[in-house]
Structure formats: C-alpha cells, structure tokens
C-alpha cells in the first residue's frame, strides 16, 4: 500500500502535469500545495524533498519551488476520472476517494476528480485527457448515465439504479439494509426512532431508506412523528449543526436513530462528545468503507453499524477494468459491540 508521503508525490506530480507547468516553471508556495494534496504542511514537505531528490523539481531558497523534469515529454500514466455528482459530502481527499485512489495507483492509474451539479457538465470534457475509466458518485441519475455512456470510455457507478445495463454499476441494497439495522435498533428497545434525511428527498437511495423506515414503523405500530425526519434537504457542509438541532431540539427525545453515511455519523459523534448534556440514543449506521469503521470503533458500544463485506474501492476499480461485469451488488453484515449480528 502507497503511502501519504507517495500519495502526495503522485498529486503533486498529477497537477504539475494538468496544469502543463513547463521546466523552469514555478509551483505554488508549500502551504497551497498541501491544500491542494489534501494534506498536513509536513507531508507536503516530506514530499517535495523526495521529488527534489528524483530530479523532479528544485527548490531555491527565498524564490520558490520550480520544475526540473520535463513532465510534458514523459510518458505519463494513465487517469481515472472521480466525477462527485449533486450534494455529496464527498470532496477531492474525502475517505472514499483516498481508498479508491490507492486501488488506481496500483492499476498504474492516477485519480482526477471533478464536483459537478445533478446535471452534466461540459468541465468534464476538460478532464477527458488520456483518461482510461470514469467513476460516477454521489447523485448519479440518467442524464449523467447518458452522457458518460456517450464518451465511449469505460465507466462505473455507485447506484441503486441498474440504469438499463447502459453503465457498469455497483449497488447496495439500501432498502434491506435499511431494514436490517431498524430490526436491531427495535430489539434493543428502541421505539422513538428518527432518520435525518428530507422526508420528500428525491435521491434515490434516499427514497429506497425513507421506503424502508415508513413501513418499518407502520408494521410495528410505531409513532411517525414529523420531527423524526428533516423538513429540508441536508447540505453536507452544515452536518455538524443539522445533527446537532435534530438532536436537541425535539418534543420527544431519540431512543435511536438512524443514519445514511459516514460524515453524518462521524459529526453526529463529535457533537455528542463536545455536547454530553444531551441524550445518547443508539444508533445505526451505513458505513460504506472499513476504515471509517476501525477509525470509530471506540465509540461502537451504542451502535449498530452495517459494514460491507468488501471494500468498495476494491469492486469499484475491479468493475471498471473488467468489461464482463455489468453489476455488483455489494453485501453487508451487521457488527454491534463488536459482534456480527445473525
């Protein structure tokens, strides 16, 4: 497995080549690039001192860091292309894609990445160059499909849509998952349960889940109560106060809840740290890697997680390179306390 320090070589090499910085040509300062790499100002650090020890770069006290190798002359590796569609919380060095770009470096692939909206895009045609395959994530929906199928270039998406066989896809259940840890939650006595996503969400995961938590509750003469879901859509980049204000600001306190993803869940545990006064409810939660998994696990004793039985960055990458595939479905198991749940 590469390295951070590798990984960062890789990035940084990867954007002196996409910006075409000729020999001679200087990079930004130290503290852009790491922004840009997605890392700590020592990684950075440690990086460019490797690159300078391989000819790639100089770097000159008091002016700056300059390319040294012609890049542009250089046979270059091939590029997956990362394309996050909608309000996902996933960014250019999110979780999901470290892990599939170490599953690229290994195919001799570098990963671009694009944050496009719900529709397509012409600034993908600017990411095309010798780009081998294209990753679809987030909010993926027909019009993408069609316009990504149209490229000719190899492609895949995490959906629970098969879209007529017109992409290679990759799929949870997010309806029998859903259910599944529901099913626990409800075992463990939990009866007022909530799930903070918009209750009139068109994401069709989303659809698939509030499916799953209206019946669930119907078949077990459950309450539904309004405040159990959002009353609008969620914007990744205010989870922190949406979990928070749903938490606290209620008539009828949480036995469990219910949670869609990995960021979510990770902000819900840093509130209910920084936030002790309020309740703890149990909690059920869709982690879509393992690491985020291993990461949190002293926080598990409350929690009901649904863990894929493979990485996804390993089948999305395997999917994309194997023509035969059409669509992998990915299974999971339930862990609480440590344990798989039968």
Known sequence: MASRTEITQERIINYIATQRIPVGGRLPPEKTVAALCGVSMITARRALADLEANNVITRIHGRGTFVKLDLQATPSLGKLLFISIGKTSEGRHSKIFDAVEQKSLQRGCRLDFIKVGSSPETSVMEKLDTCKGIILYGWVNAEWVDYIAGLGIPAVAVSSDDFNGRIRVVSYDYGKITRQILDQLFALGAKNIGMPIWSGSQYPQDKLRLTAYRNFMVSHDLIQREENLLSKQADPVHYYQIIGDFLSKRQHPLDAIILPGTDIYINMLNFLLENPHVK??????SL?????????HAMLSRTVCAIPE???SEILVETLFNSRAKTTRISTHLLYKGKTVA
């Open 280 to 285: 703890h409810p149990l909690i059920g939660v």
């Open 288 to 296: 879509l890697n393992h690491a985020t998994y291993q990461l949190e």
């Open 310 to 312: 493979h990485e996804i």
